[in-house]
């Protein structure tokens, strides 16, 4: 069974300084890792996937991920915050080939300024 | 483009009731999926169809039905409604089944009185 597991649910920086989100994954198979971020009363966006190409990924907004398998790690990062940033942002696993997408609890993000 | 609509935005039901909820996936698009997001909770997958069958299904009861149009809409229902069944439900579409994307609507909220 895949799961993932987002290691903190609530993450506050200031605008302007690095954002750090935490997340790992367990998976039988070559997984699909993927972040989407949630702003209030509004759906998910795609920020970014790994599907086995390149380990480091970039995504909209400035953000990028690292897929480690070593360490079972998929972070999410940005080298400066901005107060739109502001929102729960999900990590995601799937098993390649397959739709279904397997949703961490979130990790809500606040920005002060 | 016009994304994924969901529709209607916002239901209040009573227990016991029986609720459609409605999906218009991106242009093009053949795959649907509805997930269930209860609040503060990452969401769960509950049903995807491609090419109007069914291709997957969550850990829902059976009072959870959904299909498919030729047009590739969705319909998602639910019977004998129960307080537990409060949530946010999101539709995502897809080009095709497999690793593809997924875009997701607004959602429907309901909630169970």
């Known amino acids: 069974a895949q799961s993932v597991t987002q290691l903190d649910s609530h993450v506050s920086v200031s605008e302007g300084t690095p954002v750090l989100l935490r997340c790992n994954y367990s998976s039988s198979y070559s997984p699909s890792l993927f972040w989407y971020v949630q702003h209030p009363n509004k759906g998910l966006q795609l920020l970014l996937k790994y599907t086995s190409a390149a380990t480091l990924v970039k995504g909209i907004n400035g953000f990028e991920a690292e897929f480690k398998k070593s360490e079972t790690s998929f972070h999410l990062t940005k080298p400066s915050a901005h107060m739109s940033d502001a929102a729960e942002y999900f990590c995601?696993?799937?098993?390649?080939?397959?739709?279904?997408?397997?949703f961490g609890t979130g990790t809500r993000l606040l920005v002060s300024p | 483009d016009t994304g994924v609509t969901q529709s209607p935005t916002h239901l209040i039901k009573t227990r016991g009731q029986q609720v459609t909820l409605r999906c218009s996936p991106i242009s093009g698009h053949k795959s649907v999926s509805w997930y269930q997001q209860v609040l503060g909770q990452g969401p769960q997958f509950i049903f995807q169809?491609?090419?109007?069958?069914?291709?997957g299904r969550g850990n829902f009861p059976d009072r959870f039905s959904a299909r498919q149009f030729p047009n590739y809409s969705s319909e998602l229902n639910v019977n004998a409604l129960l307080l537990g069944d409060s949530a946010l439900y999101l539709c995502?579409?897809?080009?095709?089944?497999?690793?593809?994307?997924?875009?997701f609507g607004d959602g429907t909220r309901l909630s169970i009185l």
């Open positions: 169809y491609y090419e109007k069958e069914e291709r």
């Open positions: 995601v696993v799937s098993e390649r080939g397959f739709q279904k997408l397997v």
């Open positions: 995502a579409s897809s080009l095709r089944d497999g690793n593809q994307p997924q875009h």
